[in-house]
């Protein structure tokens, strides 16, 4: 059975953008095209109505192509458990208020116990300085945090 991972809608954004001039940005979307073509086969991968609901703003035609990607992976649910641990993140200060969705992301990882959480945020998910405080707010609640990474992180390394 593989590993799960959740997906964040900053990688799905990335995966389905036009391809960027700005240099880094260019370069995040190469290697999430990387991981899409070499590593998600790996993987379970989930999602939840929040990722489905962001990625469905903006342009509607960007947004149908998000949402194309996104169909056709496995919905986990936003449980009462899964906003009361968003609301400890925050409460905690593991994560800034206006980070409440961010917070929601992680707590619905948590919750359903999947291992991985892969995004593009590395404000308030992808940040080394947040992982002793996300993981803290996470064990007070008898959860587990996931392991938060980028596309970059989750490639496999090869010898």
């Known amino acids: 059975m593989p590993q799960r991972v959740y997906i964040e ?7 389905t ?24 086969q790996d993987y379970e991968l989930c999602v939840s109505q929040l990722v489905v609901q962001e990625a469905g703003d903006g342009d509607p035609e960007a ?11 496995t919905m986990l649910e936003i449980t009462e458990e899964a906003v009361a641990l968003a609301e400890e993140l925050v409460r905690a200060g593991a994560l800034p208020t206006k980070a409440g969705n961010d917070a929601l992301h992680i707590a619905i990882a948590a919750v359903h116990r999947v291992p991985y959480l892969m995004t593009w945020n590395c404000r308030h998910m992808a940040n080394a300085t947040l992982r002793a405080p996300i993981d803290a707010a996470c064990a007070s609640k008898g959860f587990k945090a996931p392991i938060i990474g980028t596309p970059e992180e989750m490639m496999e390394a090869t010898p």
């Not at 809608?9 to 995966?15: D, I, N, Q």
């Not at 953008?17 to 998600?40: E, F, M, N, V």
């Open 9 to 15: 809608t900053t990688f799905v954004s990335y995966l």
């Open 17 to 40: 953008a036009r391809p960027s001039r700005d240099l880094i940005i260019a370069g995040h979307q190469a290697i999430t095209h990387d991981w899409w073509d070499h590593c998600r």
């Open 63 to 73: 947004a149908q192509e998000r949402l194309v990607v996104l169909a056709k992976m």
